[in-house]
C-alpha cells in the first residue's frame, strides 16, 4: 500500500479492481500505461526545443531502453531503403 493513500481509499480502490474483469483490469492499465508514456515524451519535448517526432522518441527509446539499442536502432533507420 502506498503510504500517501488513506487505507480506506485504498481499501476501496483494490475493491474497485477485484470487481473488474481481466480484460477490463488490461484495458484500463494500457490506458494509464499510454498516458505515463505520452506525459514522459512531453517532458523530453520540452528539454528538446524545435526536436523532430523521431527524435523525441528516439531519446525515450535511450532513457527506457538504453544508448546500445537505440543506437543500433538510429543506424537501422539511417540505411537506404
Known amino acids: ?3 500517501d493513500t488513506h487505507p ?3 481499501r476501496r480502490i483494490d475493491a474497485i479492481w477485484a470487481e473488474m474483469l481481466p480484460a477490463d483490469r488490461f484495458a484500463a492499465m494500457a490506458e494509464m500505461t499510454e498516458f505515463v508514456i ?3 515524451r512531453a517532458a523530453i519535448a520540452v528539454t528538446m526545443p524545435g526536436a ?3 527524435d523525441i522518441d528516439l531519446r525515450w ?3 527506457h531502453y ?3 539499442l537505440t543506437d543500433r ?3 537501422f ?3 537506404p531503403r
Do not use: F, I, N, T
Open 52 to 54: 523532430s517526432e523521431r
Open 73 to 75: 536502432v538510429r543506424r
Open 8 to 10: 480506506d481509499v485504498q
Open 38 to 40: 505520452a506525459q514522459s
Open 77 to 79: 533507420l539511417a540505411e
Open 61 to 63: 527509446s535511450e532513457l
Open 1 to 3: 500500500m502506498l503510504d
Open 66 to 68: 538504453g544508448k546500445e
